[in-house]
């Protein structure tokens, strides 16, 4: 059995966090400086009673109507987030009932970040090659900025909120594209490079009661873009030899939307263009977990005039934790 892509569709946080009102809030920050540093003008953060399962039931919705696909011919449910409603139960669960699928679909979260779509991408398929499921539901959700103290400038200047839905099956009718090989990969020792300490279980230990800390995300920013510099080009390369293709092959690759500067050094680092490795995050920012499926959604709907084939889908962040994946569109 081959997996493909029926169709992905996404929402954004209901509330709009320009530069403007960052440097409101920090007299010393510069809007310009900032967006040179970052290329993001504004983000889509949650309101303030949105949660990322709110987001992931709208972009669920829209698929399911847009593919006019019911709820009930989903075999399979993943959801992609590192913004749960609860520690327990699984958001997977509440968008079960929520969205009205079977109870007898196979639910669940995946903890995964910014390579989280590849992960799932990669579940999903192996699910439908086995013959498991038919269809699978594939949310990817994130509210970032709740984790983001609003004075620290390495990520309040980042993140935004957002969610993607995809619907995967096995049937060719009617599909975009054909989800095929993934190179994995993780390196657990750049764990506290990116990290939200306090909310878990390690929180209550070392403090023998209740953190009284809300949930704050850090990040050692030239870390990370060290690491992606080290390990994306690699994985892309060790994919292109996994399904005997090289790189004038591939007509586009589209990469988790970290930052502008970031995806410069990348572009930089694959001998690439905005044409073959577009960029886009000045106007919705950083969406993590939903980054990827957001920016593949965001380039269908502007690649009207240019034959594509072969891409590579990667992403890479938090964990340390990466992927990439060779998808052929119709």
């Known amino acids: 059995m081959i997996c493909h892509l029926k169709r992905i569709d996404v929402a954004y946080g209901g ?6 009102s960052l440097v409101a809030l920090n007299p010393t920050w510069s809007a310009e400086a900032v967006y ?10 949650a309101a303030p009673a949105e949660t990322a399962s709110d987001l992931a039931e709208r972009a669920a919705r829209l698929v399911l109507e847009s593919a006019s696909c019911g709820p009930r011919n989903i075999d399979a449910l993943i959801v992609v987030t590192q913004s749960p409603d609860f ?5 997977a669960c ?12 196979a639910a669940f979260d995946v903890g995964l970040g910014c390579s989280g ?3 799932a991408l990669w579940l999903a398929r192996a699910l439908i090659r086995s013959q498991q499921v038919s269809r699978v539901l594939l949310i990817c959700a994130e509210t970032y900025s709740r ?3 609003p004075h620290d400038i390495s990520t309040v200047t980042l993140f935004g909120d957002g969610a993607a839905a995809a619907i995967l099956q096995a049937d060719e009718t009617d599909t975009v594209a054909t989800i095929g090989e993934s190179v994995l990969g993780t390196d657990g020792s750049g764990a506290d490079d990116l990290i939200v300490r306090e909310g878990g279980a390690r929180a209550r230990a070392d403090t023998g009661r209740k953190a009284a800390r809300q949930p704050v995300l850090s990040m050692d920013g030239p870390s990370v873009f060290r690491f992606a510099l080290d390990r994306v080009r690699t994985a892309c390369d060790e ?15 589209l990469c988790h939307q970290a930052n502008r500067f970031m995806l410069q050094a990348l572009q930089k680092q694959f001998g690439l263009d905005d044409v073959r490795m577009p960029i886009d995050v000045r106007d919705i920012g950083n969406l993590s977990t939903a980054s990827l499926p ?22 890479f962040g938090v964990g340390y934790s990466w992927g990439a994946t060779h998808i052929t569109w119709h």
């Open 147 to 149: 984790y983001c103290d």
């Open 87 to 91: 520690i327990l139960p699984s958001t």
């Open 239 to 253: 994919l292109l030899a996994k399904v005997n293709l090289s790189w004038p092959d591939i007509d586009v690759v």
């Open 117 to 119: 779509f590849n992960y």
């Open 294 to 315: 957001v920016h593949i959604a965001r380039w269908l709907e502007s690649r009207r005039e240019r034959a594509v084939k072969h891409s590579l889908a990667v992403g």
């Open 94 to 105: 509440i968008l079960q009932h929520r969205l009205g699928l079977r109870d007898s679909v």
């Open 36 to 45: 040179a540093k970052v290329g993001i003008l504004s983000r889509r953060i």
């Open 15 to 20: 509330h709009t966090r320009g530069n403007d």
